[in-house]
Nanobody, 117 residues
Framework: QVQLVESGGGLVQPGGSLRLSCAAS????????MRWYRQAPGKQRELVAS???????NYADSVKGRFTISRDNAKNTVYLQMETLIPEDTAVYFC???????????WGQGTQVTVSS
């Protein structure tokens, strides 16, 4: 069984920074991609950033230049460094891992990020 445990969310003022972490444990092999999604109240879940083999990264236009995704392969952990946060970044952030020969999707439980003064 695979578990994803997220941490690092919280309340931050506009212009501030947060770092999210997501550690994958259990029988997880051949990770293809690790991603961060977010879902704000009343909105659809959206892809924020992804990283895959070769450290190829992609970002949503709304976070380019402010967020950085990275991974530690030895720890099966993915990070999301968020800078210059704005109120529109307020959402529940979910970690997603695609792994295995069947490219199975695994999801974390979500961590709340609130940007407010």
């Amino acid at each position: 069984q695979v578990q994803l445990v997220e941490s690092g969310g919280g309340l931050v003022q506009p212009g501030g920074s947060l770092r999210l972490s997501c550690a994958a444990s259990g029988s997880i092999f051949s990770i293809y991609a690790m991603r961060w999604y977010r879902q704000a109240p009343g909105k659809q879940r959206e892809l924020v950033a992804s990283i895959r083999s070769g450290d190829i990264t992609n970002y949503a236009d709304s976070v380019k230049g402010r967020f950085t995704i990275s991974r530690d392969n030895a720890k099966n952990t993915v990070y999301l460094q968020m800078e210059t946060l704005i109120p529109e970044d307020t959402a529940v952030y979910f970690c997603n891992v695609v792994a295995g020969t069947l490219l199975t999707n695994y999801w974390g439980q979500g961590t709340q990020v609130t940007v407010s003064s």
